[in-house]
């Protein structure tokens, strides 16, 4: 009896790269009334009252604060959503999107 040829498997796995990511910054303006900044944050970003309060917070000392970090069409999203919010109450709020370094 002859022993049956076994050959190792030999398989090659492509490897998955995770998506760029993008940052959403919100921008300053001396228009928006804070409590509606944070609101915005709460309800696009799903922030807590005190994180969307700290957000803001940095964003008026800063002139700029990073929100969130996602993929680019997230992002682009997100960000859209928010201003649009901020066009339907006729403020100005602004955020943009650039890559994460």
Known sequence: MSQPLVR???GTRPKTQRPPMHKVILLN???TPREFVVEVLKAVFRMT???AHAVMLTAHRKSACVVAVFA???AET???EAIDLGKAKG????FITEPEE
């Open 8 to 10: 190792p498997r030999v």
């Open 29 to 31: 303006d001396d228009y």
């Open 91 to 94: 403020y100005p709020l602004f």
């Open 72 to 74: 680019r069409d997230v």
């Open 49 to 51: 009252e005190t994180q």
């Open 78 to 80: 997100k960000a859209s």
